[in-house]
């Protein structure tokens, strides 16, 4: 059999090899305290949960849904101008996902042709990288750079290659670095993709997951924001509903529109019963946003502050369900570092080179253990040596 020469830029997926540790040392009848994927623990109010499963029993939610219902577009218009005072057209500029993830995979094929250039972090989620690949598109890697703060640099990008680039994706509140960006970043990405006719996508998943009484807004309320491109949010993290895949892409309309295009030809709608929980948790009581900000930070606090006592320098993050850590001097690479923590604590956690050049050197915890779990990985830190105070 021979197979398309587009997944010879695809290995192995960092968290299948990741799985395969966990496996091992499980069947050895030792503990693992997982802190390598991103599966958010917390699940929906059981409001949610019972409007879809009230949905779910309704026979006529059984048919192919075709098309976003009135009442989830306006859902989340009415969520975007309370929560950001971004006004969106329900018609024409907002689009359901199957997740972010569904989004990411697919966006680039509706704008990016063979050869084109794609602009993207480095260190990032992978799938903002393998996306373009999928298209076929040249990848240009803009650094995140810990003495920027790991805030895009727009400026250091050759003039040859923001000419050729067609689409940029930037990402703040950050994935893998937990970074946030200031609003004069967003007021120059706007001017940047403005000067050189780039479509822009900002990934805004975090924005709820905002700690020490900071905020985040969006990128489609700086001015000139909706003539440039569109943002991508999602349900996952902030009401429980991961597993249900939730997402959105709201902002421009040609763009928005041309994604409704291509996947009007790729899938048949989310499913009804999903959409209808997706309307209770935007319109529904939101203390649960709140609650569920305020347990990622405890966990944040738990765990930082429990290595950084165990000798393990880092900086506590300021959002997102991330913490970002170098490793030690000691260690030639991540992904060694990431084997030796699992053999002398059984915690597991994700290499930085997972996400790109610029990941080498440090690794990826995600927040998804409970306080007391994250204790117990603080003691089986502190015992094992691994790091000299």
């Given at each position: 059999m021979?197979?398309a020469?587009?997944?010879?830029?695809?290995?192995?997926?960092v968290?299948?090899?990741?799985?395969?540790?966990r496996?091992?040392?499980l069947?050895q009848?030792?503990?693992?305290?997982?802190?390598?994927i991103?599966?958010?623990n917390?699940?929906?109010?059981?409001?949610?949960?019972e409007?879809m499963?009230?949905?779910?029993?309704?026979?006529a939610?059984?048919?192919?849904a075709?098309?976003?219902?009135?009442q989830l577009?306006?859902a989340v218009?009415?969520?975007?101008?309370?929560?950001?005072?971004?006004?969106?057209n329900?018609?024409?500029?907002i689009?359901?996902?199957?997740?972010?993830?569904?989004?990411?995979?697919?966006i680039a094929?509706?704008?990016?042709?063979p050869?084109n250039?794609?602009l993207?972090?480095?260190?990032?989620?992978p799938?903002?990288?393998?996306?373009?690949?999928i298209a076929?598109?040249?990848?240009?890697y803009?650094?995140?750079?810990?003495e920027?703060?790991?805030?895009i640099q727009l400026q250091?990008?050759?003039e040859?290659?923001?000419?050729?680039?067609?689409?940029?994706?930037v990402?703040?509140?950050?994935?893998?670095t937990?970074a946030?960006?200031?609003?004069?970043?967003?007021?120059?990405?706007?001017?940047f993709?403005?000067?050189?006719?780039?479509?822009?996508l900002?990934?805004n998943?975090?924005?709820e997951?905002?700690?020490?009484?900071?905020?985040?807004?969006?990128?489609?309320?700086?001015?000139?924001?909706?003539e440039v491109?569109?943002?991508?949010n999602?349900?996952?993290?902030?009401?429980g509903?991961?597993?249900?895949r939730?997402?959105?892409?709201?902002g421009?309309?040609?763009v928005?529109g041309?994604?409704?295009?291509?996947?009007?030809?790729?899938?048949?709608g989310?499913f009804?019963?999903?959409?209808?929980?997706?309307v209770?948790a935007?319109?529904g009581n939101?203390?649960?946003?709140?609650?569920?900000?305020a347990?990622?930070?405890?966990r944040?606090?738990?765990?930082?502050?429990g290595?950084?006592?165990a000798?393990?320098h880092?900086?506590?993050?300021a959002?997102?369900?991330?913490?970002?850590?170098?490793?030690?001097?000691s260690?030639?690479?991540?992904?060694?570092?990431?084997?030796?923590?699992?053999?002398k604590?059984?915690?597991?956690?994700?290499?930085?080179?997972a996400?790109?050049?610029?990941?080498?050197?440090?690794v990826?915890?995600?927040?998804?253990?409970s306080?007391?779990?994250?204790?117990k990985?603080?003691e089986a830190?502190a015992v094992?040596g691994?790091?000299?105070?």
């Amino acid at each position: 059999m021979k197979f398309a020469n587009r997944m010879n830029q695809f290995g192995e997926g960092v968290f299948s090899r990741l799985a395969v540790m966990r496996k091992n040392r499980l069947a050895q009848g030792k503990e693992v305290y997982d802190l390598s994927i991103g599966a958010p623990n917390i699940p929906p109010t059981k409001r949610i949960m019972e409007v879809m499963a009230e949905a779910v029993m309704k026979p006529a939610n059984y048919v192919y849904a075709i098309n976003d219902t009135q009442q989830l577009l306006e859902a989340v218009a009415q969520w975007y101008k309370r929560r950001y005072d971004v006004e969106l057209n329900p018609e024409t500029e907002i689009c359901s996902l199957l997740g972010s993830q569904d989004g990411l995979s697919h966006i680039a094929l509706s704008i990016l042709d063979p050869g084109n250039v794609m602009l993207v972090p480095d260190p990032c989620y992978p799938i903002f990288a393998d996306g373009p690949r999928i298209a076929g598109a040249e990848l240009y890697y803009m650094p995140l750079q810990k003495e920027n703060d790991y805030v895009i640099q727009l400026q250091d990008i050759p003039e040859e290659i923001a000419r050729k680039a067609k689409f940029m994706l930037v990402s703040y509140p950050n994935n893998p670095t937990a970074a946030m960006a200031p609003e004069s970043f967003y007021h120059e990405v706007v001017a940047f993709a403005k000067k050189y006719d780039i479509i822009v996508l900002h990934d805004n998943a975090y924005s709820e997951l905002v700690f020490d009484g900071q905020s985040c807004g969006s990128f489609l309320s700086i001015p000139g924001a909706m003539e440039v491109g569109v943002e991508f949010n999602s349900l996952s993290k902030t009401y429980g509903l991961a597993g249900a895949r939730i997402g959105f892409c709201v902002g421009n309309k040609e763009v928005v529109g041309m994604l409704k295009t291509l996947k009007s030809n790729m899938d048949y709608g989310m499913f009804l019963p999903i959409q209808a929980a997706a309307v209770e948790a935007l319109t529904g009581n939101q203390a649960v946003v709140a609650e569920t900000r305020a347990a990622y930070e405890h966990r944040r606090d738990v765990l930082c502050d429990g290595l950084i006592e165990a000798g393990w320098h880092m900086e506590k993050p300021a959002g997102t369900m991330f913490v970002w850590a170098p490793i030690p001097d000691s260690y030639q690479d991540s992904e060694s570092f990431v084997a030796d923590l699992l053999d002398k604590t059984g915690v597991l956690v994700t290499p930085g080179s997972a996400f790109g050049p610029s990941g080498e050197g440090y690794v990826r915890m995600a927040l998804v253990q409970s306080e007391d779990t994250m204790k117990k990985i603080v003691e089986a830190v502190a015992v094992s040596g691994i790091f000299d105070k």
